[in-house]
T-cell receptor, first 112, second 113 residues
């Protein structure tokens, strides 16, 4: 989603629910995508990645879906826990380029 | 093993002063990145080092910002004549090589009064 000024888009869920966080990317040449989790006062932490030759990749309780046609990436978290509360960033990279381009982030709030 | 470390964790300085921020990457990681994160915002790329190659400085916002990496390991980011708009969290990351997963340090929170 888009951020407006200092206000991050926020997703509020109940503990145990499944969460879906979405990200739209702009560069059709991007071929590597990463989801990061950032807890308050800490640096971003790698969650899961996916390359453009795949459309789905699963990890422990997390799944990343890639739709290259509409340039959309999503992160699904199963059985969300209070410890999942954080800001989640998607990032994209293009082969031959040195840097990741980060999205604005989505705040996930999990209520017990 | 040890992750990426940064120092100091917090830095408060007066407008016009110079500051130096330090990053110790993961041993053996050839790529090192600096990012800036303003309150409630995403990460803004600043500079990238890869081995002994010339750094990619395309993200530095002004000539008051510079960085160096000595011996292919430790890096320092220097901000000269700091301004209030420089206040942000400065994050360092390293990776085994370009295009690989980046591991982030905890950041340095810079406040310019």
């Amino acid at each position: 989603g888009e951020s407006v000024g200092l206000h991050l888009p926020t997703l509020s869920v109940q503990e145990g629910d499944n969460s879906i966080i979405n990200c739209a990317y702009s560069n059709s040449a991007s071929d590597y995508f990463i989801w990061y989790k950032q807890e308050s006062g800490k640096g971003p932490q790698f969650i899961i990645d996916i390359r453009s030759n795949m459309d789905k990749r699963q990890g422990q309780r997390v799944t990343v879906l890639l739709n290259k046609t509409v340039k959309h990436l999503s992160l699904q978290i199963a059985a969300t826990q209070p410890g999942d509360s954080a800001v989640y960033f998607c990032a994209e990279n293009t082969s031959g380029y040195s840097t990741l381009t980060f999205g604005k982030g989505t705040m996930l709030l999990v209520s017990p | 093993g040890a992750g990426v470390s940064q120092s100091p964790s917090n830095k408060v300085t007066e407008k016009g002063k110079d500051v130096e921020l330090r990053c110790d990457p993961i041993s053996g990681h050839t790529a090192l990145y600096w990012y800036r994160q303003s309150l409630g915002q995403g990460l803004e790329f600043l500079i990238y080092f890869q081995g002994n190659s010339a750094p990619d400085k395309s993200g530095l916002p002004s000539d008051r910002f510079s960085a160096e990496r000595t011996g292919g390991s430790v890096s320092t980011l220097t901000i000269q004549r700091t301004q209030q708009e420089d206040s942000a969290v400065y994050l360092c990351a390293s990776s085994l090589a370009r295009g690989n997963e980046q591991f982030f340090g905890p950041g340095t929170r810079l406040t310019v009064l």
